[in-house]
């Protein structure tokens, strides 16, 4: 039988075992400090660099020339123009502009989006379309639409990065909205049942249970619209819908929301009543379902 240590050596081990430990978490809160340090710097650098840039930006975009305000460019903050002015790395190319070897045809919807917030996509073909969603992601503008988990029913859950809602309860209206306020989002509706709806909703009425949302819906297992879910739904498109089917929702320049299935119009279903209200991505599900955001 082996004996035990002293105790006065447990002692001195846990102590030694204990100064090892503080001595190497003060290693690691001067690494912490020092790299907080190097980012506050960087952070100043930055600042300064965009500060000293000129009012107006020049850009070259595939050989098209566009006139910018700076403050423009810099609207979305981590964009491609906040490393183009802040990093202090690029430089303008020959006539002092900055080139983009992007679509030019449809750069006036980018800087449309920087002005005020909307992406407008109506008139567009569907290449063109790509061609728009191409810029904005190289230029990291393409917001990242998930749903808002603190405006969601407890009868649904958030998966998949916040980008997929399912519901599994009948009977009962389960809503969820989204994180942000846009003018087109795509969804993936991959099961549904009787009674469940794609839409767009302001948030001052939301409600997270219960019928009465209102906005602007269509209900997939009819094609029905509603202005007011469970109370206003009138025929509008029929049985187009299928699991699986990818709804877009859009709203126009003009104040018309459309739906679309699979990349194919199906026609102006409303008018936006208060064109100044924000609208963003709602669901509605009273049959059990799973809707997930795309691309």
Same mark, same amino acid.
């Given at each position: 039988?082996?004996?035990?240590?002293?105790?006065?050596?447990?002692?001195?081990?846990?102590?030694?075992?204990?100064?090892?430990?503080?001595?190497?978490?003060?290693?690691?809160?001067?690494?912490?400090?020092?790299?907080?340090?190097?980012?506050?710097?960087?952070?100043?650098?930055?600042?300064?660099?965009?500060?000293?840039?000129?009012?107006?930006?020049?850009?070259?975009?595939?050989?098209?020339?566009?006139?910018?305000?700076?403050?423009?460019?810099?609207?979305?903050?981590?964009?491609?123009?906040?490393?183009?002015?802040?990093?202090?790395?690029?430089?303008?190319?020959?006539?002092?502009?900055?080139?983009?070897?992007?679509?030019?045809?449809?750069?006036?919807?980018?800087?449309?989006?920087?002005?005020?917030?909307?992406?407008?996509?109506?008139?567009?073909?569907?290449?063109?379309?790509?061609?728009?969603?191409?810029?904005?992601?190289?230029?990291?503008l393409a917001s990242s639409t998930s749903w808002d988990p603190a405006a969601c029913s407890t009868h649904m859950d958030i998966t998949n990065d916040m980008k997929t809602v399912t519901t599994?309860?009948?009977?009962?209206?389960?809503?969820?909205?989204?994180?942000d306020p846009v003018t087109s989002f795509s969804v993936r509706v991959e099961a549904f049942g009787p009674s469940n709806y &794609? @839409?767009?909703?302001? $948030? +001052? *009425?939301?409600?997270?249970?219960?019928?009465?949302?209102?906005?602007?819906? !269509? %209900?997939? =297992?009819?094609?029905?619209?509603?202005?007011? &879910? @469970?109370?206003?739904? $009138? +025929? *509008?498109?029929?049985?187009?819908?299928?699991?699986?089917?990818?709804?877009? !929702? %859009?709203? =126009?320049?003009?104040?018309?929301?459309?739906?679309?299935?699979?990349?194919?119009?199906?026609?102006?279903?409303?008018?936006?009543?208060?064109?100044?209200?924000?609208?963003?991505?709602?669901?509605?599900?009273?049959?059990?379902?799973?809707?997930?955001?795309?691309?």
């Amino acid at each position: 039988m082996v004996n035990p240590p002293p105790p006065m050596e447990l002692i001195q081990h846990a102590a030694e075992t204990l100064a090892k430990a503080q001595k190497l978490m003060e290693v690691q809160a001067k690494d912490l400090e020092a790299k907080q340090a190097r980012w506050q710097e960087q952070e100043r650098r930055v600042l300064a660099t965009l500060a000293s840039a000129p009012n107006l930006i020049t850009l070259n975009v595939g050989g098209t020339p566009f006139t910018v305000p700076k403050e423009t460019l810099l609207r979305v903050e981590g964009s491609y123009f906040y490393a183009m002015l802040g990093s202090g790395h690029w430089k303008p190319d020959n006539g002092n502009a900055f080139f983009l070897d992007l679509h030019a045809a449809t750069f006036d919807r980018i800087l449309t989006y920087l002005r005020t917030g909307k992406l407008w996509l109506d008139g567009l073909s569907k290449g063109e379309v790509a061609q728009v969603r191409a810029s904005m992601e190289y230029l990291q503008l393409a917001s990242s639409t998930s749903w808002d988990p603190a405006a969601c029913s407890t009868h649904m859950d958030i998966t998949n990065d916040m980008k997929t809602v399912t519901t599994s309860t009948l009977g009962k209206g389960n809503s969820v909205i989204g994180l942000d306020p846009v003018t087109s989002f795509s969804v993936r509706v991959e099961a549904f049942g009787p009674s469940n709806y &794609v @839409g767009l909703s302001p $948030r +001052p *009425s939301f409600k997270l249970d219960g019928a009465g949302n209102r906005g602007y819906y !269509v %209900r997939l =297992s009819d094609g029905y619209t509603t202005t007011h &879910v @469970g109370f206003e739904d $009138r +025929p *509008s498109y029929g049985n187009v819908f299928t699991p699986g089917d990818v709804v877009t !929702v %859009r709203v =126009s320049s003009d104040e018309k929301i459309h739906f679309e299935r699979n990349g194919q119009e199906l026609g102006v279903a409303f008018t936006i009543t208060d064109p100044d209200m924000a609208l963003y991505p709602a669901v509605t599900m009273y049959s059990r379902g799973r809707v997930t955001f795309v691309a």
